[in-house]
Nanobody, 123 residues
Framework: QVQLVESGGGLVQAGGSLRLSCVAS????????MGWFRQAPGKERELVAA???????YYGDSVKGRFTISRDNVKNTVYLQMNSLKPEETAAYYC?????????????????WGQGTQVTVSS
């Protein structure tokens, strides 16, 4: 089993920044892809960013240039730095552990999920 615990969410004004953290424990490994998803009420869960063990990354089109994903394999922690936040990005943000080796945007291919952290962006 793998446990993922997110932190760092909160209330921020439009244009502000937040940094999310996700600590992994249990039967985890740096060889797995780690992803950040978000889900707003009434909408599907979408992949925001993901990172491979090598450091290669994926970003959704709407966050490119504003969000940065990184990982510290020693600390088993993944970060999501979010800048220039917009009100429409208000959502629950989830950390997830995906497959080994390749990045996928399909939520069903991620086996373990955190409990989520709420991000609210006010206008």
């Amino acid at each position: 089993q793998v446990q993922l615990v997110e932190s760092g969410g909160g209330l921020v004004q439009a244009g502000g920044s937040l940094r999310l953290s996700c600590v992994a424990s249990g039967r985890t490994s740096s060889s797995y892809v780690m992803g950040w998803f978000r889900q707003a009420p009434g909408k599907e869960r979408e992949l925001v960013a993901a990172i491979r063990w090598s450091g290669s990354t994926y970003y959704g089109d709407s966050v490119k240039g504003r969000f940065t994903i990184s990982r510290d394999n020693v600390k088993n922690t993944v970060y999501l730095q979010m800048n220039s936040l917009k009100p429409e990005e208000t959502a629950a943000y989830y950390c997830a552990q995906g497959p080994r080796g390749y990045i996928t945007a399909t939520a069903g291919e991620y086996d373990y999920w955190g409990q989520g952290t709420q991000v609210t962006v006010s206008s």
